[in-house]
């Protein structure tokens, strides 16, 4: 955060030093910079909260949620922000064709771990909410 | 303002690793195999975003290739992984499952 207040403190005295009419080129790497770090920073924070939520919650059930949620938004928000900072070049399609497959193997992946440990008989820490049971489908 | 941005790519993959040293807790001491596959299909994605800011720190965009490669393989071993746990045979035709004819 540092880093970032002084180089928005620096940005209007280099604007100065380069004249009125100077290039303008220097603000669209400014509002990159600024995109690109936003947009890894909260990608890092849903990846570090999935991995805490892991970690730390009771159920293998309420741990997929985590993983799988988090993981897929912060996965695309870190991705997000190496295209902007990419430009165009073919760096930015082939960044793009790894989301892509991310976002469409992430939740598949998820949806089946959650069938299959269904299927196998994992039973969630029940609290008020209860899931239903196999048998009751089935008759 | 590139020297910062080489600092924020460092921090970034320090603590993508932070993340992956934390996951690897889970998948040694997950109680059932279903913990243990979630955490190493989690680590698989975690993999892929170090690849690609890896990338940017060496400046050396090929790295990319290897992670779009580990993407896919890492969705293919997880489903692998669980066909095998469900039917204790990987050669299981989709469309002739043995439950399904168990249950006819």
New interface residues.
């Given amino acids: 955060m540092n880093?970032l207040l002084m180089?928005l403190a620096a940005a209007p005295a280099a604007a100065e030093l380069a004249g009125p009419s100077g290039p303008p080129i220097e603000w669209v790497?400014?509002l990159r910079?600024l995109l690109?770090?936003a947009s890894?920073?909260a990608g890092?924070f849903f990846?570090?909260a999935?991995?805490?939520g892991?970690?730390r919650l009771p159920d293998?059930y309420t741990?997929?949620h985590a993983?799988g949620m988090t993981?897929t938004l912060?996965?695309e928000l870190?991705?997000l922000g190496?295209i902007i900072?990419?430009g165009f070049?073919?760096?930015t399609l082939?960044?793009m064709?790894?989301g892509f497959?991310?976002l469409v193997?992430?939740p598949?992946?998820?949806h089946?771990?959650a069938h299959?440990?269904y299927?196998?008989g994992?039973k969630p820490v029940l609290g008020r909410f209860r899931a239903p049971s196999l048998d009751e489908e089935e008759s | 303002m590139s020297v910062a941005l080489g600092y924020i790519f460092l921090s970034v993959a320090f603590l993508i690793i932070v993340s992956m040293v934390m996951m690897l807790a889970r998948l040694i001491g997950g109680p059932t195999l279903y913990d243990r596959l979630l955490a190493v299909n989690s680590f698989g994605t975690k993999t892929v975003l170090f690849l690609c800011v890896f990338c940017f720190i060496i400046d050396r965009p090929d790295g990319v290739d290897i992670a779009l490669l580990y993407a896919l393989m890492n969705f293919i071993a997880t489903i692998a992984v669980l066909k095998f746990f469900n039917y204790k045979a990987l050669n299981v035709g989709l469309l002739a499952r043995p439950d399904v004819e168990a249950e006819e």
């Fill in positions: 880093i180089i790497f400014l910079f690109t770090t890894l920073f890092l990846v570090l999935g991995t805490l892991v970690l293998f741990r997929l993983a993981d912060g996965a870190i991705l190496l900072q990419s070049s073919q760096l082939k960044l064709l790894v497959f991310l193997t992430s598949t992946a998820t089946a771990v299959s440990a299927k196998a994992v």
